[in-house]
Structure formats: structure tokens, C-alpha cells
T-cell receptor, first 115, second 114 residues
Framework: AQTVTQSQPEMSVQEAETVTLSCTYD???????LFWYKQPPSRQMILVIR??????QNATENRFSVNFQKAAKSFSLKISDSQLGDAAMYFC????????????FGTGTRLQVFP | ETGVTQSPTHLIKTRGQQVTLRCSSQ?????VSWYQQALGQGPQFIFQ???????GRGNFPPRFSGLQFPNYSSELNVNALELDDSALYLC?????????????FGSGTRLTVV
């Protein structure tokens, strides 16, 4: 069974600085999808960025980018030029193309942004 | 394009009671998944419905059941509530097209069992 591990329960960053959130996963599959979701106090899960395992190029979305290391089974999220609105819980998630449409989530990292 | 709507937003129930949570999927989405998020944890997959049939289930007992309706909205029913069922219940809709990762989540129902 696949597992997702986020070893940083909390992280903090100063506004305009850069922060990296860590995620590792375990799988025997070669093809899969990885996601970072943001959950603000409104509770709605918002997709931040996604990565297909067959793509070697790291995904980027504006200030958000990932460092995908397939061999190491590592998928970290880098937030550049942090903003106060980035403060939230961040969840790493795994999806197998062979299973149902389910997402397997990590336990999350709470990001605080200080002015 | 409407998003995913869940009702109610908050609910308090007594142990042993039954509860029904509702979810309206995003327009164009025919698949609905339900997740349980305990305090301080990541969401856990309960089950998924596609074309009104259960299409996969996580490690949850049979007292967790669901329905999907022809308009793709869905219900999550939990019987014989236990204190550990207290959690945020999230609904997510999607279209099961290969390469489409368009899950849209609702804001959840916070269930408290006392």
C-alpha cells in the first residue's frame, strides 16, 4: 500500500522569503500522480500544484514549484516570495492511476507567515 | 461553473444516532468521493461513487454508506455514531478521464459526536 509522509508538523517563514515543505512517499508503482493541496481556515482543499511521475521536469505554478526526486521518492514544495495569504495547512497527496480515483494524503504541515 | 457544496456546515449528534451529510458536485463532474479528516490529520478516503454505484472503498466499516443520485449529488450516511466519528467530512467531485486531475473539494461538514 502507498503511504505519504510529511515530517514537518509546522513551518514558519517571513513575508517575501522562501520556504520549502517536505514530502516523501512509498510506492512500488512507476506511474502515479503527486499533488500539493492547501487548506486554509475555510477548510476547502485547494490544489496548489501537481506532478505526473513520468515527467522529469519539475512542475511550477507562479510562486510555487516542486522538487520531484523519483528515485528518492521525494516531492518537496517551494514557495517563493511568501505572502500572508499563503498561511494554511499544506497536504501532500498521492494518486495511483491503477486504483480508484482516491487520494492518499500525508498528515500535513502548518505554514505560518510572519510580516 | 458552480463548485462543490456541502450541507450542513456543522452538526452535533449523540453517540448511537444516525447522520446524513449531503454534497452537490461541480457542474460536469460525475464522480464523487468522500473523505474523513480527523483533527490534526490528513483526509482519509471513505468511498467513491461513479454513475450511482460505489466505485471503491477505503478502510471504513459498513455503517458508513452512501448514495449518488442521477444529478450526481451524493449523500454520506453514518449509522450508530461513535465518538471517534467526530471529524471534518469532505466531499470531492471529479471527472474520471485519464489525465484529468480536476478534483474540486467542498468546504466540508464538521461533525461532532457527543
Amino acid at each position: 500500500a502507498q503511504t505519504v509522509t510529511q515530517s514537518q508538523p509546522e513551518m514558519s517563514v517571513q513575508e517575501a522569503e522562501t520556504v520549502t515543505l517536505s514530502c516523501t512517499y512509498d510506492t512500488s508503482e512507476s506511474d502515479y500522480y503527486l499533488f500539493w493541496y492547501k487548506q486554509p481556515p475555510s477548510r476547502q482543499m485547494i490544489l496548489v500544484i501537481r506532478q505526473e511521475a513520468y515527467k522529469q521536469q519539475n512542475a511550477t505554478e507562479n510562486r510555487f514549484s516542486v522538487n520531484f526526486q523519483k528515485a528518492a521518492k521525494s516531492f518537496s514544495l517551494k514557495i517563493s516570495d511568501s505572502q500572508l495569504g499563503d498561511a494554511a495547512m499544506y497536504f501532500c497527496a498521492y494518486r495511483s492511476p491503477l486504483d480508484t480515483d482516491k487520494l492518499i494524503f500525508g498528515t500535513g504541515t502548518r505554514l505560518q507567515v510572519f510580516p | 461553473e458552480t463548485g462543490v457544496t456541502q450541507s450542513p456546515t456543522h452538526l452535533i449528534k449523540t453517540r448511537g444516532q444516525q447522520v446524513t451529510l449531503r454534497c452537490s458536485s461541480q457542474s460536469g463532474h460525475n464522480t464523487v468521493s468522500w473523505y474523513q479528516q480527523a483533527l490534526g490529520q490528513g483526509p482519509q478516503f471513505i468511498f467513491q461513487y461513479y454513475r450511482e454505484e460505489e466505485n471503491g472503498r477505503g478502510n471504513f466499516p459498513p455503517r458508513f454508506s452512501g448514495l449518488q443520485f442521477p444529478n450526481y449529488s451524493s449523500e454520506l450516511n453514518v449509522n450508530a455514531l461513535e465518538l471517534d466519528d467526530s471529524a471534518l467530512y469532505l466531499c470531492a467531485s471529479s471527472r474520471p478521464v485519464r489525465g484529468n486531475y480536476g478534483y474540486t473539494f467542498g468546504s466540508g461538514t464538521r461533525l461532532t459526536v457527543v
